[in-house]
């Protein structure tokens, strides 16, 4: 019977991911600034970026020849090792959002718990589809340990935003969308880069591609302006009874 070498790349993997990680200055600096409280989404996207870096290097330090049988990334042990380890950096990330977004509501005395975003299934399926396909070469599939590992990391930050924009959209908040770009972007990010109101904000905001570096963050307000006309808006004492009463459920 063959001996199942998943256990042991897993823990090799998160042995490296702990090295990598624990080394990084920027998420000691995100810690202590959500430990103080001054934290924002921007270090949100900034921490997802980073895990995701250290993942890949991670993935790529044992997913190797000498470690995999037939010096080849077969599907089942790519489900069993990639899969968990993303979903680690997808529950991480929703954390580190959840606790920044808790304490900028207390800023603004809003009782509303962050929601989790749902894990893309589909997505990461379609990943390990691409990373295992029969044709590949070993470097064919450790280049989708690569760019990808963090695209998606990122793209967890930004499913949390496009899911909790949503929701608060739905009990009453008016949220905004602010997406920023990063510097020497591409036409299409730059085109997009501006402050949208929710319900008017372009379907691609939330979307990234490789490589893409923007910030895509959101913010609610008891009392904010309309970003097209400028214009102030109060939350109605019906809407703001809806929180209240949401903020006092378990």
């Given amino acids: 019977m063959a001996t199942d070498i998943v256990p042991q790349l897993n823990e090799r993997i998160s042995v490296s991911y702990t090295k990598y990680s624990m080394r990084d200055r920027e998420l000691t600096r995100i810690a202590n600034k959500i430990r103080d409280g001054t934290a ?37 042990i790519a489900l069993r090792t990639v899969v968990p380890h993303l ?3 997808y529950e991480l990330v929703n954390e580190i959002n959840a606790a920044i977004q808790t304490e900028i509501d207390k800023a603004q005395k809003i009782g509303i718990k962050p929601v989790k975003a749902d894990f893309p299934e589909e997505r990461i399926k379609g990943l390990i589809d691409k990373m295992t396909a029969e044709k590949n070469t070993l470097d064919d599939s450790r280049t989708w340990l690569k760019e990808p590992i963090i695209n998606n990391s990122e793209a967890f930050h930004d499913d ?20 920023e770009a990063s510097s020497n972007c591409c036409d299409w990010c730059a085109a997009l880069e501006g402050t949208y109101d929710y319900s008017t904000a372009p379907k ?23 970003v097209w006309s400028k214009s102030s808006w109060e939350s109605s004492q019906e809407e703001i009874n809806k929180r209240i009463n949401y903020g006092m459920e378990e």
């Fill in 204 to 226: 691609e905001i939330y979307q990234r591609h490789e490589f893409c570096r923007c910030d895509v963050t959101y913010q609610t307000e008891r009392k904010s302006q309309n």
């Fill in 160 to 179: 949390y935003i496009k899911k909790n924009a949503a929701f608060r959209e739905s009990l009453g908040l008016k949220a905004v969308i602010i997406r």
């Fill in 87 to 89: 979903q680690n950096n």
């Fill in 40 to 76: 924002t989404l921007k270090d949100g996207h900034e921490y997802s970026k980073r895990v995701g870096q250290h993942l890949s290097e991670a993935l790529l330090d044992n997913l190797t020849g000498e470690a995999l049988p037939d010096g080849r990334l077969y599907y089942n």
